[in-house]
């Protein structure tokens, strides 16, 4: 199969470092992948935004599947362009449909869904651009901390948790005026719910679905979980707390009741459903869901997959999803990334990255990186994601921070207490 994989992150990088070693994969494309993805596949300089460039290299080069990685083109309706266009009807594409993608395009549809699929979430209410007073209101009814969410897509960065409640009438007001730009125009404000969260990732061809490895993330760009949220500062999997009972009732009261709900508004989706939870008292409650793999989760899930994922991919776009029987390797897997000075603020690009050549049992997943020539630069604020495996997380951690001392760049950062909850 020749598939193409859109985006340029270190989700693509690990999901094209799967893909590349099932057999039946012949040409693997990145649009527009990074330096890490150069070495596997071949990078292809298009926006996955742009849907007539998609289309013509599609056609140009015989794609059989499309898989999309990132969620701004499956909410611009990516699915959709090759599902209504005749020349494009046989190429598979992964990720659900424009209408699906709300599911991550609006918190507030989200909201609505699980309610009405009971699928346990905090207590919220949402508000337009018009209804300052009314938001400041409903801070009034709330208990410290508060957490308010842009509606919209706002790059990792559109939720805040405040411990003053005059603060949090101000980031409100803020929001509301734009501060995340069109994001923000609906306001989400929400329970605060204490506890420990955790990934869970299913793949479905929207009728069956199968559940890959669970993680957890940690997005702070601070030890101890202090400071701004970031994209992911780094990963661990498997998950220590989600124990037997934990997972039964996650798998019955969200990921079950997901699917169905997903059938049951004859949604076009074919693809993977992201769940960021939070146990409460031992209890699964839903954070937000994601219509695509989360980062860095992905880093540590795909080492770990035993199975073959291309084949998958393959049976969920064809419906037959039901048949497969996924492999877990048993091992644990740990990621840590490698940012640049100042993000998640601004920072500086274009900085040579080395060292590479010199990191050994580990995986290097590329996140924010490009090719200069025989030069791999920085060209984002989370740089590169060092995965490895051991029997235990201590021993996979070793591995992922003896790699981060051996990688360099200019202004390099990274979190070293990956973990320190579990």
């Known amino acids: ?94 990720g659900p449909a424009q209408a ?66 005059q603060e949090a009438k101000e980031e409100a007001k803020a929001m509301l005026e734009g501060k995340f730009g069109d994001a923000s125009k609906t306001l989400v404000i929400e329970e605060f719910l204490n506890g420990r969260e955790f990934s869970v990732f299913a793949l479905t061809d929207g009728k069956d679905h199968i559940i890959l490895p669970v993680a957890k993330d940690y997005k702070r760009i601070g030890e101890g979980d202090s400071g701004p949220n970031t994209g992911g500062m ?85 419906g037959r999803l039901a048949e497969e029987k996924i492999e877990i390797h048993p091992e644990f897997c740990t990621t840590v990334m490698a940012v640049s000075e100042g993000y998640p603020g601004s920072y500086a690009k274009g900085k040579e990255i080395t060292g590479l050549e010199n990191v050994s049992d580990c995986i290097p997943f590329h996140a924010g990186t490009k090719l200069d020539g025989e030069k791999v630069l920085s060209s984002g604020g989370r740089v590169i994601a060092l995965s490895a495996m051991g029997p235990n997380k201590e021993a996979a951690l070793a591995k992922s921070y003896a790699a981060a001392k051996t990688i360099c760049f200019e202004g390099i950062q990274y979190r070293k207490d990956i973990g320190f909850d579990l």
């Open 234 to 318: 780094g990963a661990v999997s498997p998950v220590s707390f989600v124990d037997d009972a934990l997972w039964q009732k996650t798998v019955a009261q969200v990921v079950e009741p997901t699917i169905k709900g997903l059938s049951s508004e004859s949604f076009d989706y074919t693809g993977f459903v992201f769940f960021g939870l939070i146990e409460v008292k031992g209890e699964p409650k839903v954070i937000e869901y994601n219509v695509r793999m989360g980062d860095p989760e992905t880093e540590v899930v795909m080492p770990r997959l035993k199975s073959d994922l291309l084949e998958h991919l393959n049976a969920a776009a064809e």
């Open 1 to 94: 199969m020749n598939i193409l994989i859109l985006g340029g992150g270190g989700r693509e990088h690990a999901l094209a470092w799967k893909i590349s070693q099932s057999a039946n994969c012949d040409q693997l494309y990145l649009a527009p992948g990074n330096a890490g993805t150069a070495s596997i596949a071949q990078n292809v300089a298009l926006s996955p935004e742009d849907f007539p460039a998609l289309k013509l290299f599609c056609l140009q080069n015989a794609i059989d599947m499309v898989l999309v990685g990132p969620e701004a083109p499956l909410v611009a309706g990516v699915v959709d362009f090759f599902r209504q266009d005749e020349e494009l009807k046989n190429v598979k594409i992964i």
């Open 100 to 165: 699906a993608a709300e599911l991550e395009g609006s918190k507030k549809f989200a909201k609505e869904f699980m309610a009405k699929y009971q699928i346990p979430t905090a207590a919220y209410r949402s508000f337009s651009s018009g209804e300052v007073s009314e938001a400041e209101a409903f801070l009034e009814s709330l208990e410290a901390p508060y957490v308010l969410k842009a509606d919209g897509l706002a790059a990792g960065k559109g939720v805040l948790i405040l411990q003053d409640l």
